[in-house]
């Protein structure tokens, strides 16, 4: 069963969509919004609830929820990624998709914004079984998705691979002429099957760009400063090994299985080595001793990289924080309480939709090289997605400054005055 509705403007709002409209309504209070492209720009424009069967390896059927939210199309086709997680929902594919749209805006791409994913638990499933309900929920979405309509990408607990079977199951429901041309409905794919250089490490190796920026307009040395990364995945793994080579040091790490720390450092590559071969947990790594995960933001360093999930960093444990920059990997890792403590303790943000912008910049490339059936060396696209965080960064650095407000209200601000100009010079269709 499928619905396509437009969410109402007065539907409930909690975590981390309470979040996103507050930062929103914050922003559009600070531009002056035109009160009518605000009406537009607080409601999504399409949400997508499908319901779908899947056999078992064991025989049995199970059925599955998953969620298309398409936020705003004003700029380009809607992008975003989609998540396989237990906290999966409608409210947080609404917080996310609206996240992408100020995230695309900002970056200055053709795009909107989207989210979506299925409510499940990855690890319940074997591989075979992750194919089959992928290509399922791929079907279920139909032609609600497409190369010039909306784009997924990957996000939490899906990859390349993942990618890989959208992409083979969208292709095989269209025509045989039409095929090719449609290698774009999906970004974040393996090489083999058109995917681009540099896309596995862009949104890591941008949280360390925008962290590197920020030094420079600090005048700080990155080199001997301590950091710490909450999630060691594909964003944080990469955040780690760019700023270790940078010459800073990971003293602590927290997973899903649990938090360590190493006052003298933690060698980022014998961490990735040692949670390949542990399952991806980090627990029981020789070179750290274990901590209790409440204690983790609290541990003293100069840069937190919250790369999980949101809302982490609450007002529970923002008062903890000895970090004096926070940059944020995750989409939505501090609520808006934390965000206000942190603020008055003096500490920096590097937003997210700044801050991990390094991954739909990515897609992008990728996108573009699948439209014009090009191949673009890895050099050359890590030089490009420099010089567009650097361009971004500065805008909002800049911005802040000059408008005398933080970096997200401030990168907030930009985003949304860019939709608005879309909406006045285009017109709003009767």
Known sequence: MTTLTQRPKKAHKQGMLDNVMRQ?????????????????????????????????????VEIFTGYRV????????????LRYHPTVDIDAARALAMWMTWKTSLAGLPYGGAKGGIQLNPEKYSQEELQRITRRFTYALGDNIGPELDIPAPDVNTNPQTMAWILDTYMSTKPPAERSTNMHVVTGKPIGAGGSEGRDRATGYGVFLTIKFWAEQKKVALKHKKFIVQGFGNVGYWAAHFLEKEGAIMTAVQDAYGSIVNDEGIPVEKLLEYSKANNGSIQGFSGARTINN?????????????????????????????????????????????????????IDIIPDITCNSGGVIGSYFEWLQNK????????????????????SFVKVFRTSQERNVDMRTAAFMIAIERLEQAYVQRGIFP
């Open 70 to 81: 398409q936020h705003n199309n004003a700029l380009g086709p809607y992008k975003g990624g």
């Open 372 to 391: 014009n059936s090009e191949i673009w060396q890895l050099e050359e696209v890590m030089a490009k997605l420099e010089k567009k965080m650097h361009e």
């Open 294 to 346: 409440s204690d983790f933001f609290g541990l003293d360093c100069d840069v937190c990289v919250p790369a999980a999930l949101g809302n982490q960093i609450t007002a529970k444990n923002a008062k903890k924080i000895k970090a004096y920059l926070i940059a944020e990997g995750a989409n939505g890792p501090t609520d808006v309480e934390a965000e206000e403590i942190l603020l008055k303790k003096g």
């Open 24 to 60: 929103f309504d914050h922003a559009a209070d600070m531009v002056g919004l035109n009160p009518n492209i605000r009406k537009i720009l607080e409601v999504t424009n399409n949400e997508l609830v499908v319901h779908f069967p899947v056999r078992m390896d064991n025989g049995a």
